[in-house]
């Protein structure tokens, strides 16, 4: 049987390295001949047409190149069940199948397409609390005092030249388009400088 194997990390941190070589041992353990190898460094919440990889893969799939796509887990084809049914829609089109080495999935049977689909949403369900969690303690953090964002470093002709353009009257904002300054900044050298 021809095979693809579809591979993906979040950042250029990770590695795909070693999603690569469990799935080469499973094609060879299944006596699959691997024709070809899709990679990317890309966020799995991003859509097909953000994913050059994995839209090579399913031109390719169109094109007939394999009949199994061999990935290293669900959440590597896409974090969200919107995307992933995407995807295994256009695959299940072409009569082409995934085979997720993490779950044991192999959408070519019928428990394993219905098995794919429930991991599907668990895997959207998953992103979805850490992203709440995410949210919880950036509010905690900013209730703590916490600062985000890069810290404008304020210089002493930054302030001569907030006070002079305050001292001809012009407004807080005007004075940041002027200077091209965040207008928090100009507010924080007024209110330090009493003007």
Same mark, same amino acid.
């Given at each position: $049987?021809?095979?693809?194997?579809?591979?993906?990390?979040?950042?250029?941190?990770?590695?795909?390295?070693?999603?690569?070589?469990? #799935?080469?041992?499973?094609?060879?353990?299944?006596?699959?001949?691997?024709?070809?190898?899709?990679?990317?460094?890309?966020?799995?919440?991003?859509?097909?047409?953000?994913?050059?990889?994995?839209?090579? $893969?399913?031109?390719?799939?169109?094109?007939?190149?394999?009949?199994?796509?061999?990935?290293?887990?669900?959440?590597?084809?896409?974090?969200?069940?919107?995307?992933?049914?995407?995807?295994?829609?256009? #695959?299940?089109?072409?009569?082409?199948?995934?085979?997720?080495?993490?779950? +044991?999935?192999?959408?070519?049977?019928?428990?394993?397409?219905?098995?794919?689909?429930?991991? +599907?949403?668990?895997?959207?369900?998953?992103?979805?609390?850490?992203?709440?969690?995410?949210?919880?303690?950036?509010?905690?953090?900013?209730?703590?005092?916490?600062?985000?964002?890069?810290?404008?470093?304020?210089?002493?002709?930054?302030?001569?030249?907030?006070?002079?353009?305050?001292?001809?009257?012009?407004?807080?904002?005007?004075?940041?388009?002027?200077?091209?300054?965040?207008?928090?900044?100009?507010?924080?050298?007024?209110?330090?400088?009493?003007?």
């Amino acid at each position: $049987m021809k095979v693809a194997i579809y591979t993906r990390v979040s950042t250029s941190q990770q590695t795909v390295q070693n999603q690569l070589l469990e #799935l080469y041992e499973v094609c060879e353990r299944n006596d699959w001949t691997v024709v070809e190898e899709y990679s990317e460094v890309i966020s799995g919440t991003k859509g097909v047409e953000e994913r050059s990889e994995l839209e090579r $893969m399913l031109i390719d799939a169109s094109r007939r190149k394999f009949d199994k796509v061999v990935i290293w887990s669900v959440d590597r084809v896409a974090r969200s069940m919107k995307h992933l049914i995407q995807v295994l829609s256009q #695959l299940d089109d072409l009569d082409i199948d995934i085979y997720s080495y993490k779950q +044991g999935i192999d959408t070519s049977t019928t428990m394993g397409k219905s098995f794919f689909h429930m991991v +599907g949403i668990f895997a959207e369900l998953e992103n979805n609390l850490r992203s709440e969690r995410q949210k919880i303690g950036i509010k905690r953090a900013l209730d703590n005092g916490a600062q985000f964002g890069r810290k404008t470093i304020i210089d002493d002709v930054m302030i001569n030249n907030v006070v002079q353009e305050r001292e001809k009257g012009l407004s807080i904002r005007k004075i940041a388009d002027e200077l091209d300054l965040n207008r928090g900044v100009v507010l924080k050298i007024c209110q330090t400088n009493q003007i």
